[in-house]
Antibody, heavy 116, light 105 residues
Framework: EVQLLDSGGGLVWPGGSLRLSCAASGFSFSSYAMSWVRQAPGKGLEWVSSISISGGNTYYADDVKGRFTISRDNSKNTVYLQMNSLRVEDTAVYYC?????????WGQGTRVSVSS | IVLTQSPGTLSLSSGERATLSCRASQSVPANYLAWYQQKPGQAPRLLISGASSRATGIPDRFSGSGSGTDFTLTISRLDPEDFTVYYCQQYGMSLSFGGGTKVEI
């Protein structure tokens, strides 16, 4: 059974940093791209970032480019999202998702709140 | 690619047919268009990929159609568990989601 376990969310001041993790199991992690998708309170889904199988290619939404960094460790079956210079508008539930689309598996989400 | 879903809210009854629209600002390459269902407090669930292919375990009352810039998700007979929010996503040119359609009783 495919499982994606998101973690690392929390409450942070504007300008602060957080690192999200997503631990994968139940499939050949090193054979799939991975993505992060977020959902602000009461809003729709927004793609954030994706990373290729090897990690050599990374892609970002314009809103987070230059502030967020996606990475992966295939030896640990884990994908990360380093979030720096956080803004109030980054407040959301962050989901990791298998592949670059379509996403047939999702994590349960981890909540990030940016507030003073 | 910007995706526009309509209507924003669809008010129907159990057993009725639901037709949800997703329009793209430009042609979606290879019709790489997916549909997701999301219930409150849960992660999205993949329903349809490639515009018309049902994902594993999805009931056949869900069907997808369309090509180019106009896509449709049809729920042939609404079950009580189907009253929730639906999103389209294109994955042919980067990734983007539509704003969602809420199907309510």
């Amino acid at each position: 059974e495919v499982q994606l376990l998101d973690s690392g969310g929390g409450l942070v001041w504007p300008g602060g940093s957080l690192r999200l993790s997503c631990a994968a199991s139940g499939f050949s992690f090193s054979s799939y791209a991975m993505s992060w998708v977020r959902q602000a309170p009461g809003k729709g889904l927004e793609w954030v970032s994706s990373i290729s199988i090897s990690g050599g290619n990374t892609y970002y939404a314009d809103d987070v480019k230059g502030r967020f960094t996606i990475s992966r460790d295939n030896s640990k079956n884990t994908v990360y999202l380093q979030m720096n210079s956080l803004r109030v508008e980054d407040t959301a539930v962050y989901y990791c998702a298998k592949d670059e689309g379509p996403h047939d598996s999702w994590g349960q989400g981890t909540r990030v709140s940016v507030s003073s | 690619i910007v995706l526009t879903q309509s209507p924003g809210t669809l008010s129907l009854s159990s057993g009725e047919r639901a037709t949800l629209s997703c329009r793209a600002s430009q042609s979606v390459p290879a019709n790489y268009l997916a549909w997701y269902q999301q219930k409150p407090g849960q992660a999205p669930r993949l329903l349809i990929s490639g515009a018309s292919s049902r994902a594993t375990g999805i009931p056949d009352r869900f069907s997808g159609s369309g090509s180019g810039t106009d896509f449709t998700l049809t729920i042939s007979r609404l079950d009580p568990e189907d009253f929730t929010v639906y999103y389209c996503q294109q994955y042919g040119m980067s990734l983007s989601f539509g704003g969602g359609t809420k199907v309510e009783i």
